[in-house]
T-cell receptor, first 110, second 113 residues
Framework: DVKVTQSSRYLVKRTGEKVFLECVQD?????MFWYRQDPGLGLRLIYF???????EKGDIPEGYSVSREKKERFSLILESASTNQTSMYLC?????????FGSGTRLTVV | GEDVEQSLFLSVREGDSSVINCTYT??????LYWYKQEPGAGLQLLTY?????DMKQDQRLTVLLNKKDKHLSLRIADTQTGDSAIYFC?????????????FGAGTQVVVTP
């Protein structure tokens, strides 16, 4: 089975901190995605990557950046965390048959 | 996504059938998916249907696609308490869309004994 692993299930960070969320997939998928999930808003795409060192902005990229130095790893970076970035963050990789999601990282910024 | 709409909540009694509905605006979607999210977990792919199909059945799950009305539904037969979750429909575009999906806001399904 394809596995997408997010390094942390829960994180608590302080306002202004730089935060790294890590995601690793083991099926050699080219496309990887970062979403945030908020109640009533569903999933909103932050950034995605279709190849190593390639990235594209999604619908809500402000306040975030990403890094993809290796095919299997896609990192989401909050340059200066703010309380409105408190959310569930979901990483996914894709094949034509759909996405495989990680278990999510619930980030709280205090 | 604002272009994919779902009702937010559905309550169903154990043993009954559940029907979760999804409407969309983008008719270029080639794959249409249903995902399930249990509390505290990521999304799990339940099933998908190609846009050239009208129906797909997989054990207790039946997916219906009405392309004319841009309506997708998921029917769960003999609903169990383990089916309590949030269900998302998602639409995948043509192959040049980088595999991006448009998600609905999700339908919270609560199964009561």
């Amino acid at each position: 089975d394809v596995k997408v692993t997010q390094s942390s299930r829960y994180l608590v960070k302080r306002t202004g901190e730089k935060v790294f969320l890590e995601c690793v997939q083991d099926m050699d998928h080219e496309n990887m995605f970062w979403y945030r999930q908020d109640p009533g808003l569903g999933l909103r795409l932050i950034y995605f990557s279709y190849d190593v060192k390639m990235k594209e902005k999604g619908d809500i990229p402000e306040g975030y950046s990403v890094s993809r130095e290796k095919k299997e790893r896609f990192s989401l970076i909050l340059e200066s965390a703010s309380t409105n970035q408190t959310s569930m963050y979901l990483c996914a990789s894709s094949s034509p048959w759909g996405y495989t999601f990680g278990s999510g990282t619930r980030l709280t910024v205090v | 996504g604002e272009d994919v709409e779902q009702s937010l909540f559905l309550s169903v009694r154990e043993g009954d059938s559940s029907v979760i509905n999804c409407t969309y605006t983008d008719s270029s979607s080639t794959y249409l998916y249903w995902y399930k999210q249990e509390p505290g977990a990521g999304l799990q792919l339940l099933t998908y249907i190609f846009s050239n199909m009208d129906m797909k059945q997989d054990q207790r799950l039946t997916v219906l696609l009405n392309k004319k009305d841009k309506h997708l539904s998921l029917r769960i037969a003999d609903t169990q308490t383990g089916d309590s979750a949030i269900y998302f429909c998602a639409l995948g575009g043509p192959t040049d869309s980088w595999g991006k999906l448009q998600f609905g806001a999700g339908t919270q399904v609560v199964v009561t004994p």
